[in-house]
């Protein structure tokens, strides 16, 4: 199946290190350029709004899913090519995974570590097929992937479970390992 949407997971703050910054402005150029929209939470603060701005700068196609209760608190993107604004952050993500092809998970907290379990877990149900890429920038998730692999030896993750989860260290790899770039 062709990928014309990805889903991006990603923090609503910047981090403190700005190669996190750098990877959400290549990834929403990059992106763009391969002419793959980009669905994603539809905030306008953090590294979500880099992806976005990114995207929308270079041409790109920017669908943006936030609940009601984020758009009164005004950190809804205005800006976006399309803007959903949902009941719950249940309803979010499921809109979320039904207009996307792949998901790219970026350096984030709970709330995206909460968006990456939930579509892995879907995958392993069979609920969907889509390819998952954590986005590995500078080592950010190194710890998380240790624990996965102690939760495989211990036997609580199945190793084919482990390997739907893709690691990538860049964007360029990223897009390689989803076949959009050679």
Request: aromatic share 6%.
């Amino acid at each position: 199946m062709p990928i014309r949407n990805i889903a991006v997971f990603c923090a609503s703050a910047n981090g403190v290190d700005p190669a996190y910054q750098a990877a959400a402005d290549d990834l929403g150029r990059a992106l763009a350029a391969h002419d793959i929209g980009i669905i994603y939470g539809g905030a306008k603060v953090g590294l979500m709004c880099a992806v976005a701005e990114a995207a929308l700068t270079h041409g790109g196609h920017v669908v943006g899913v936030i609940p009601e209760v984020l758009v009164d608190l005004e950190v809804a993107h205005e800006g976006v090519t399309e803007l959903h604004v949902v009941d719950t952050m249940h309803t979010r993500k499921a809109l979320m995974g039904e207009k996307s092809d792949a998901f790219i998970i970026m350096p984030g907290g709970f709330g995206t570590l909460e968006e990456m379990f939930e579509v892995l877990a879907w995958q392993t149900l069979r609920l969907h097929d889509k390819p998952i890429v954590l986005l590995n920038i500078n080592g950010f998730y190194d710890r998380l992937l240790g624990f996965l692999d102690h939760a495989v030896g211990q036997g609580m993750l199945k190793q084919k479970s482990r390997e739907i989860l893709l690691v990538a260290s860049s964007v360029d790899a990223a897009l390689k390992m989803l076949s959009i770039t050679k």
